[in-house]
């Protein structure tokens, strides 16, 4: 994997601010020139975490957070190594913090309760934690792992300190060339697994790509781009894994910190480029980002078509009968700090209080001229509906872009565990600026 490079956040807010506001630095505008760039290695897939079994049937983990030439990773790689799990698996992780700062490992998607994820303690300097969980039934899909520590997530995250987990179960579709494509941030643009515009050389006539947003802040609309002209490809899973059958779309909007996994038919030869095309994060009119090219697939001749599958896994509708409701309120200042509900983050306040086994209804209102990503722990949600839209198909989700302006409709259903835990928005530096809220669920 290569090593990522320091940003310093100036250096970071620079080259964001000027890719976000359409204003490409040199380098993506040879990017954007089509067909004038050279291809990338071939796809890098990120070292395996080890994870022996012990005598007593645990599986036993540790990513050591350190730093790494101008950066930081975990076991020495950035992206760091690749956390294999499967539904049921019993895992004791352990981190341990040879940073010169205060940080955490946080596992995304991963619903665990409160008390193991503990989003709002941090690992001192030297210091270890080790969460022990069950991986609970239904949490298969692709996930992620990054620090928690407030204040200084961005930072981190561009340093290098973010990993992929990915969590199989019982019901995964069958025959495909099955890829993980952890999209990062780098000085030299969007890396995919840490190399610029890598090339897959597919094994089976469909991919189902693993698409992860472990960018700290940049919404990616990605499409597949054949001679041009956008390719068909079929979602078949979210955040919280496979949804009940594939939708066929032609892009999928991945804000930061979100997944999503697609097939894409590779039985016709030639190339198709994973690319992220022109988006605005900013509101309808607002600037948008250049066309950039991520990765190409290089299809080979007579690759034997794989069916599509018909269903995937049933995504339970929630109940919803006496459901309380909540607004929450995404807000921007003008001295540059966030906050939810007019109020920046403090990690002493408890936000919401709710109950244990209840479902609620969150509308969550964008009131700032940006989008943001909402991100809640523990509990996964499903969108009822967008700015009134009813959702067209079910899904577990952890991160739902809020756009500029705009409401999303969110079930919480507060199944499992008790405790105390975060919702935020997942640009870090929106989250380090105080958009961020504590969840009290308790009996
Ligand atoms: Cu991926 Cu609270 O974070
Ligand atoms: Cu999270
Ligand atoms: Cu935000």
Redo the contacts with the bound molecule.
């Keep these: 994997m290569a090593e990522r490079g320091r940003l310093s956040r100036r250096g970071f807010l620079a080259a964001g601010g000027a890719a976000a506001l359409g204003v490409a630095a040199p380098a993506l505008w040879v990017a954007s020139r089509p067909g004038g760039l050279p291809d990338g290695p071939p796809l890098p897939e990120p070292p395996v975490l080890p994870l022996p079994m012990g005598a007593d049937g645990w599986l036993r983990g540790d990513l050591t957070a350190a730093p790494s030439g101008d950066g930081m990773a975990y076991n020495g790689s950035a992206p760091g190594p690749l956390v294999r799990l499967r539904e049921g698996d019993k895992v004791r992780l352990t981190f341990h913090n040879r940073l010169e700062v205060s940080s955490s490992l946080?596992l995304?998607g991963l619903p665990l309760a409160p008390a193991v994820d503990a989003?709002l303690s941090h690992v001192d300097p030297g210091g270890s934690r080790t969460q022990e969980f069950v991986v609970p039934p239904g949490a298969a899909g692709t996930h992620w792992y990054?620090p928690?520590a407030h204040g200084d997530v961005e930072r981190q995250l561009l340093a290098g300190l973010a990993g992929a987990v990915v969590v199989t179960g019982p019901d995964e579709p069958a025959g495909m060339d099955d890829r993980l494509l952890m999209l990062t941030r780098t000085p030299q643009g969007t890396a995919v697994n840490g190399a610029i515009r890598p090339v897959v050389a597919p094994k089976a006539g469909r991919l189902r790509l693993r698409l992860l947003n472990a960018t700290a802040g940049d919404h990616l609309l990605l499409g597949v781009l054949r001679d041009g002209a956008r390719a068909p490809m079929h979602l078949i899973a979210t955040d919280g894994g496979l949804i009940e059958r594939p939708v066929e779309l032609t892009e999928v909007l991945l804000a930061p910190?979100e997944r999503a996994e697609v097939l894409v038919d590779a039985t016709t030869p030639g190339r198709a480029v994973l690319t992220a095309l022109p988006h605005s994060a900013y509101g309808p009119g607002g600037p948008t980002t250049p066309e950039v090219p991520l990765a190409a697939v290089d299809v080979p001749v007579g690759s034997a078509p794989v069916p599509l599958p018909t269903t995937l896994r049933p995504v339970p509708e929630p109940d919803l009968t006496g459901a309380p409701h909540r607004r929450l309120v995404l807000g921007g200042a003008a001295d540059g700090s966030f906050s939810i509900d007019e109020r920046p983050f403090d990690h002493h306040r408890v936000d919401i209080r709710a109950r244990v086994g209840t479902t609620e209804v969150w509308e969550v209102v964008n009131a700032h001229s940006a989008d943001h990503p909402f991100?809640l722990?523990t509990y996964p949600v499903q969108v009822l509906a967008r700015d009134g839209v009813p959702e067209p198909f079910r899904a577990w989700r952890d991160t739902v872009n809020v756009p500029a302006g705009a409401a999303v409709t969110l079930a919480v259903p507060l199944h499992g565990a008790t405790g105390r835990t975060?919702y935020?928005c997942?640009i870090a530096a929106h989250e380090d600026l105080g958009m961020m809220g504590v969840l009290e669920v308790s009996a």
């Design positions: 946080h995304h989003p990054h928690h910190g991100h722990h975060v935020h997942h």
